[in-house]
């Protein structure tokens, strides 16, 4: 069974930083770009960053260049979301995906919710 679990939103204030990190299991984790999105009700979900098999190709999103990075380990079949100098219009729900090269190998997780809020 195919499984990405986020975890680490919560609540800081502006300025703060917060790390979420998203587990695989259930697929071969080292072949997959993994890529980490947001939503806010009622808007579509938009990239925030990827990153591809090896780690060694990061792309962002213009809003959170230069204060958001995309750490993986492949040991631990994980990828992270560094968030520094967090804004109020961060303040959504994140969400983690596993793309694959082959047929039904696209996977969601189920979304941390981050809140911005002094």
């Known amino acids: 069974q195919v499984q990405l679990v986020e975890s680490g939103g919560g609540l800081v204030q502006p300025g703060g930083s917060l790390r979420l990190s998203c587990v695989g299991s259930?697929?071969?984790?080292?072949?997959?770009?993994m890529k980490w999105y947001r939503q806010s009700l009622g808007k579509e979900r938009e990239y925030v960053a990827g990153?591809?098999?090896?780690?060694?190709?990061?792309t962002y999103a213009d809003s959170v260049k230069g204060r958001f990075t995309i750490p993986r380990d492949n040991v631990r079949k994980a990828v992270y979301l560094q968030m520094n100098n967090l804004k109020l219009e961060d303040m959504v729900v994140y969400y983690c995906?596993?793309?694959?090269?082959?047929?039904?190998?696209?996977?969601w997780g189920q979304g941390t919710q981050v809140t911005v809020s002094s």
């Open positions: 995906r596993a793309q694959g090269m082959g047929p039904n190998t696209d996977y």
């Open positions: 259930g697929f071969t984790f080292r072949y997959y770009v």
């Open positions: 990153v591809t098999i090896d780690g060694g190709r990061k």
